[in-house]
């Protein structure tokens, strides 16, 4: 459909089909519409918008009707080569045309998206000998790939940065004629429309699915993206707060306390990733949002890739990165439950030639609770540095570092929540644990990356993690409920402390090549690993338990005495895993790719028992492939299909000493996806899931309770996700989805979870939905509003059929306003205070959801 003119609020359009109608009648019907155009001015306006480096782009006069038929005369055109020319100012993509015609340039076509800057040219054909798109790998340092490809109807150049806008002056040159396609500066003779980060709440480029920054159109894989924008406009802190924006994704743990975040992807767990790297840190060692980017989250098996992982998909945080011109913007939060938040973030170049760049994010937390006994405060800081070691090779060097001391809370028990009790409701605010943990989390790292050529270059990357930590507790216990007189709950001691270390070194080359007609795009890489202490699947450490008073949930009497410690466990973990992949993305037709991967992973565990004096080793190997195919009839439109399978350790032994057997998981996916238009995109999904030798709790009699494991025969989820994201109309963004989740237990071992039994927390039907409009002009301009609904169905209970918690409807809300450099929020959660249950770890283990709060931020870029 093609716009001829506008105006007031009357378009007229007319749609040329192509692949439907001759070409004689679609030039007749251009003469006949153009006619009638040419008698009506259209009205025209100037405005500017600020993109997401903050820099100022215009909005150029809107298409006239002579300027549209000068288009239509140049139709024909055809672009029949591509050249990159690296200069002193920067890098020009030259065009050359068919006999030397010109182009139309449209400079309103001009744009940002995400960390790309997008060109389209109208009415012109792509016509490159072998009949592909025109695609180079790091062309500069900043810039990650340059790609020239065909939509419909017309050209689109992007040129992509890494995790940031290109820095590089780029300039595109066609027919004679130079465009700089960067940003441009203020222009004071204009209106300043402010309309945040350009881009918004669509991301159309990602790492997480190939490695390299491919479309999520050519993915065969469901990969879903919560930007920046998002983060900033929903005030996100936690990542279960981030991905309550991802179909398919429900909470374990609660939303007390960060260090509980866990995220389930389609009724199973996820795996959490950093910057495409694997993070061997638990989730309980937590994720502090002061230096990050945005939250790729991919649904499904991703071994090919990743590694050990669970089927469930992996949950990938991008860190911001250093910019090549001067930032530096500081905000403060303060909210409920004594609620307080700051915050800095500085970069820039370290000398003249911005050879050297540098990113320090610092943030300080303190704050309590809805719930009694509660306070937590942590420390953040994170320094970057960028280093270009010539024009073709660049050296991060990268830390994090935080220093968390906080309470622990076991939730309440089933009786009086969820289940009726005889005296009464227990107190939405109760508290039955008595506790203290203190830990600290060092990240740090390198990322080397070199550019052998347009098409080749080859990333090293290294990561160090220290963790320690110290907790004293006194809990209930989480499987069991209240005692018989439905008032007390028992609860024993425990103090403990761990010392963990994790190493890893990733070395992976990507290439681009053709073999006649068929365009390739390689991936080949090594990943190796070492945790020294416990991980996602196993506990390292030193424990004592002793003896606790019991408490009454009604009328709680705390500090009272404890029984004598004793040494429970002492356990040492060493933990070796290496990792080859191999990966073609092929473009067998410009609407016809295929991609074929596979990693074989060898792992290898210790287990020293200090107490018991023992040493058990246990290794294994697996081989994890993927295959996926992606049809696009017509470019905005991708049909895929793919299968994949994902394999994880399972550490540890059971009651009786006998190794666990690795977990595997099949999923087979097929889905469209739809470019609705450039800033609006959608994606549907069908899956069938399948999960085996799943680790669940040991309930049999005689097993000491929540110390034992047993491995269930399988597990499927079956269902389809739909999503949607992008920027409906200038200052309307929007995010939502839908996920329908069959998950249930289909084999089974001797434990008390029968066959057709629901997967805990685990709801059949979600809804997530976050929209907000900004005024774009007049007495309003830079204010805005959001409204977020999350809608989660019932569950069942924490492997127990024995219950289910019920659903519920969330309200969240906000209000801001923007000018210039300023920016002020206030933030509502539950904003009708409605009561509901997240989640539950058991019958004496049921979480409430987080009462009505509000938070207020104010933010200041200079």
Avoid: C
């Avoid at 290109?166 to 402010?194: C, F, H, M, R, W």
């Avoid at 991008?318 to 439950?337: E, H, M, W």
């Avoid at 005495?561 to 290496?578: A, E, I, K, R």
Wanted: hydrophobic share 35%; no cysteine; aromatic share 10%.
């Amino acid at each position: 459909m093609m716009k001829l003119w506008q105006v007031g609020g009357l378009a007229v359009t007319v749609s040329l089909v192509g692949m439907l109608v001759p070409t004689e009648l679609r030039f007749a019907l251009i003469a006949a519409t153009g006619a009638i155009a040419a008698e009506v001015t259209p009205q025209v306006s100037r405005s500017q918008e600020r993109d997401s480096s903050g820099s100022l782009r215009s909005n150029r006069p809107a298409t006239t009707v002579k300027e549209w038929m000068a288009q239509v005369e140049a139709a024909q055109v055809q672009v029949t080569g591509v050249k990159l020319e690296r200069t002193e100012a920067g890098l020009d993509i030259v065009l050359e045309t068919a006999e030397g015609k010109p182009l139309t340039i449209d400079a309103t076509k001009f744009r940002t998206e995400g960390n790309s800057l997008i060109a389209e040219i109208p009415n012109a054909t792509l016509a490159l000998p072998q009949g592909q798109p025109f695609v180079a790998e790091n062309p500069t340092a900043d810039v990650a790939n340059v790609r020239v490809e065909q939509q419909a109807g017309n050209i689109r150049v992007s040129v992509a940065g890494n995790n940031a806008l290109p820095q590089t002056e780029v300039t595109l040159k066609a027919g004679g004629l130079a465009y700089s396609l960067n940003p441009e500066a203020d222009e004071p003779d204009e209106e300043i429309v402010v309309t945040g980060e350009r881009g918004g709440y669509r991301v159309p480029n990602t790492s997480v699915g190939t490695r390299t920054d491919t479309p999520l159109r050519d993915i065969p894989q469901t990969i879903q993206v919560v930007p920046q924008e998002v983060l900033r406009d929903q005030n996100v802190t936690r990542l279960q707060d981030a991905t309550r924006n991802v179909a398919g994704a429900s909470q374990g743990g609660s939303s007390i306390t960060d260090r509980d975040q866990q995220v389930t992807l389609r009724g199973f767990e996820s795996r959490v990733l950093r910057n495409g790297v694997r993070d061997q840190d638990r989730p309980d060692t937590g994720v502090d949002f002061a230096n990050i980017e945005r939250v790729e989250v991919l649904s499904g098996p991703a071994s090919v890739l990743f590694g050990r992982n669970s089927p469930g998909g992996a949950v990938n945080v991008v860190t911001k990165q250093p910019l090549r011109d001067p930032f530096y913007a500081v905000n403060a939060t303060i909210g409920s439950f004594d609620f307080y938040r700051g915050a800095i973030d500085l970069s820039g170049p370290l000398n003249d030639s911005r050879t050297v760049l540098y990113r320090l994010n610092v943030a300080y937390q303190d704050r309590n609770a809805f719930v009694d006994r509660f306070d937590e405060s942590q420390f953040f800081i994170s320094p970057v540095i960028s280093l270009a070691l010539g024009d073709h090779t660049r050296l991060t060097l990268e830390g994090e570092y935080i220093d968390t001391a906080d309470s622990f809370f076991f939730g309440l028990p089933i009786e009086g929540t969820v289940l009726p009790n005889p005296n009464g409701r227990i107190p939405r605010n109760r508290n039955t644990a008595e506790s203290y943990v203190n830990s600290t989390l060092s990240r740090v790292g390198y990322r080397l990356e070199h550019q052998f050529s347009d098409n080749w270059s080859i990333q090293n990357v290294f990561r160090a993690s220290f963790f320690e930590t110290e907790s004293s507790l006194v809990v209930q216990n989480l499987g069991i409920g209240l005692n018989p007189d439905q008032r007390t709950i028992n609860r024993t001691r425990f103090d403990g402390s761990e010392d963990r270390q994790s190493y890893g070194l990733q070395t992976y080359l990507t290439g681009e090549f053709s073999t006649g007609s068929i365009d390739h795009q390689l991936l080949f890489g090594v990943d190796l690993n070492r945790l020294d202490g416990g991980g996602y699947t196993a506990t390292a450490g030193r424990g004592f338990i002793g003896t606790a008073s019991p408490i009454d949930v009604f009328n709680p009497v705390y500090g009272q005495p404890t029984g004598p410690l004793t040494l429970d466990f002492d356990v040492d973990l060493l933990t070796d895993s290496l990792g080859v992949y191999v990966q073609d993305l092929v473009t067998l037709a410009p609407n016809l790719k295929l991609l074929l991967g596979g990693q074989f992973d060898l792992f290898r565990q210790t287990t020293k028992d200090n107490l018991a004096d023992t040493e058990s080793t246990e290794s294994s190997n697996a081989f994890s492939p993927r295959v996926g195919i992606v049809y696009q009839p017509i470019p905005p439109i991708s049909l895929y299909a793919s299968y994949a399978r994902s394999f994880l350790p399972n550490g540890g032994t059971d009651f009786e000493g006998n190794q666990f057997q690795p977990e595997r998981g099949t999923q087979y996916e097929v889905g469209v996806k739809a470019d609705l238009n450039d800033q609006l995109s959608a994606t549907l999904a069908f899956y069938n899931l399948t999960r085996s030798n799943v680790l669940t709790p040991d309930t049999r009699p005689g097993v000491p309770p929540d110390r034992f494991s047993i491995q269930v025969g399988e597990q499927r989820s079956r269902g389809f996700d739909l999503t949607l994201g992008g920027e409906i109309l200038p200052g309307w963004s929007i995010i939502v989805g839908y996920a329908y989740i069959d998950a249930e237990v289909t084999a089974t071992n001797d434990n008390s979870i029968p066959v057709g039994s629901g997967l805990g927390n685990v709801p059949q039907n979600s809804f997530n939905l976050w929209t907000k409009y900004e005024f774009q002009s007049g007495v309003l301009q830079g204010f805005g509003v959001g409204v977020g609904l999350f809608y989660v169905g019932e569950r069942p209970g924490f492997f127990d059929t024995s219950y289910e918690l019920p659903s519920y409807l969330r309200t969240d809300a906000a209000l801001y306003y923007q000018r210039d450099r300023f920016r002020a929020a206030v933030n509502f959660r539950n904003l009708f205070n409605i009561t509901y249950f997240e989640s539950s770890y058991g019958r004496g283990s049921i979480f409430y959801g987080e009462p009505f709060a509000v938070q207020g931020t104010i933010s200041w870029q200079f």
